[in-house]
């Protein structure tokens, strides 16, 4: 007896223009990561343009289309926590943002309460320690956790957040904002080296006293206790001055007394650090003026300079709205709002707000002129 047709299985999509090989690609390597932290923390202005750019992404509200939800997702977006010592969903979108320009990828977890109520908060993933792979389709990831014993599946894939930054065509992770980087921070970095070098030679002045006694056969033969004795004079002299004591040296005969190293120059590194510099502050898409780097630049290179810097905000930012929208339709679904959300940024600097306002003014200008033009019009018959 025949009940009902054999359920058939769905069939899964297929993408023609990659192997499957292509989507099995192998993990960044660990020490990427560990390559790319270093450099953010032993070259200052990395960091510094690091963590100028988190600060200038801005601020930003999430509208709801129910406006009976607003007031609690508002609410649940200032307070929610973040880790074990942040609050708010803008603590968890700096570090997100951060992760994601150093590493080049981004991992984050929404966290459930028990039973699955309601968000108990945000945790902040470490990317080393998760393993991105195609699921069963190829528009499916499964997230897997490096352990001491070896890779476990995460049953939840749902609640994961990942984000790459500029990844391959057909790649998983992304690539790094400070690729390239490394080579020119280690070249930075031993040329720094070098300056400290040469300033403990050449900068902590040592002298050569040279006594040189004459042809006198009575001279000759008491050179050598002359020489201890000025040898002598000559330490306790430059321990006084230490202690703020001023004593000359009084010797008989001929004593020469010069610094070592007097002859040499310490080479000018000011051409090559600035090299160096422009080549990593091009690949940040930082503003040398926003460094407090004084080099010669005009005011209408450093207003190019500026709108440059906001494509690349904007750009940013569109990589972040679909993890808050994600956290704000998890809040509203769990809450039983099954509804659309809607990030909206803020200006990023006052010239914006300037330019807006003239923009406005302009329109309402054109706008009462045409109304008078048309008002001065006859009328058609009259």
């Known amino acids: ?50 963590s100028k750019l988190v600060r200038l992404i801005g601020s930003f509200t999430v509208k709801c289309g129910d406006a009976a939800q607003q007031a609690g997702l508002d609410r649940f977006l200032r307070e929610v926590p973040v880790g074990l010592t942040g609050q708010s969903i803008y603590s968890f979108i700096d570090c997100y943002l951060d992760s994601l320009l150093v590493c080049g990828n981004a991992v984050g977890e929404i966290v459930l309460s028990r039973g699955d109520r309601s968000v108990a908060g945000l945790w902040n993933g470490k990317i080393a320690d998760i393993i991105v792979r195609p699921g069963a389709a190829p528009m499916e990831r499964q997230y897997l956790l490096r352990t001491p014993d070896g890779e476990q599946l995460l049953p ?56 040189k006694p004459s042809g006198d056969p009575t001279e000759a033969a008491y050179a050598a206790d002359r020489a201890k004795t000025i040898a002598r004079e000559w330490s306790e002299g430059m321990q006084a001055a230490r202690r703020g004591e001023i004593r000359d040296l009084v010797s008989v005969g001929d004593v020469d007394i010069k610094v070592i190293g007097a002859e040499g120059t310490m080479p000018d590194t000011e051409i090559p ?110």
């Open 1 to 50: 007896m025949r009940f009902g047709k054999k359920k058939e299985k769905p069939l899964l999509p297929q993408v023609q223009t990659a192997a499957r090989e292509q989507f099995c690609e192998t993990p960044v390597q660990l020490y990427s990561y560990a390559l790319f932290d270093k450099v953010r923390r032993t070259v200052p202005i990395v960091d510094a343009a690091l």
């Open 156 to 211: 939840h894939p749902e609640r994961i957040l990942f984000s790459a930054l500029k990844p391959p065509p057909g790649g998983i992770y992304g690539v790094s904002l400070l690729q390239g980087l490394p080579v020119f921070a280690d070249i930075l970095l031993r040329i720094y080296e070098c300056v400290g070098q040469n300033f403990d030679r050449a900068g902590n002045i040592r002298y050569a006293v040279t006594y």
């Open 273 to 382: 650090v600035r090299q160096l510099l422009e080549q990593m502050l091009s690949k940040l898409s930082v503003p040398p003026f926003l460094l407090g780097l004084n080099w010669s630049s005009t005011e209408r290179m450093s207003a190019q300079q500026a709108d440059i810097l906001t494509s690349e905000l904007e750009y940013y930012r569109r990589l972040l709205e679909p993890v808050i929208c994600r956290i704000a339709q998890a809040y509203l679904q769990l809450a039983g709002a099954y509804t659309t959300v809607e990030v909206v940024w803020d200006n990023i600097n006052l010239q914006d707000e300037v330019e807006l306002a003239r923009a406005r003014l302009y329109n309402a200008q054109a706008a009462d002129a045409e109304q008078k033009l048309t008002a001065a019009q006859p009328k058609e018959g009259s």
